[in-house]
């Protein structure tokens, strides 16, 4: 059984930062790609960041040069640093594994950026 845990969102203003964090436990499982997605009110869930085991990472272009993702295999975490956030980055954020066809997540962790 796979759990995903998220912890650190919160409030910042504009142009501040916050570190996500996320721990996965469930094995082996938990080496599959991991990755961050997050949805505003009205809104669909998109993709924001993911990471292979070996590091290999994607972005969602509205984040590229700002996020960036990390993983700690040993400990089974997944990270995203924020960078110049911006109130358009407003939304719940959700850690992600996805080790076949059907797909887990976490409980999601508020994100509010003030302008």
């Known amino acids: 059984q796979v759990q995903l845990v998220e912890s650190g969102g919160g409030l910042v203003q504009f142009g501040g930062s916050l570190r996500l964090s996320c721990a996965c436990s469930g094995g082996i499982l938990c080496s599959y790609i991991m990755g961050w997605y997050r949805q505003a009110p009205g809104k669909q869930r998109d993709l924001v960041a993911t990471i292979t085991k070996g590091g290999s990472t994607n972005y969602n272009d509205s984040v590229k040069g700002r996020f960036t993702i990390s993983r700690d295999n040993a400990k089974n975490t997944v990270d995203l640093q924020m960078n110049s956030l911006k109130p358009e980055d407003t939304a719940a954020y959700y850690c992600?594994?996805?080790?076949?066809?059907?797909?887990?997540w976490g409980q999601g962790t508020q994100v509010t950026v003030s302008s």
């Open positions: 992600s594994l996805a080790p076949g066809s059907y797909r887990y």
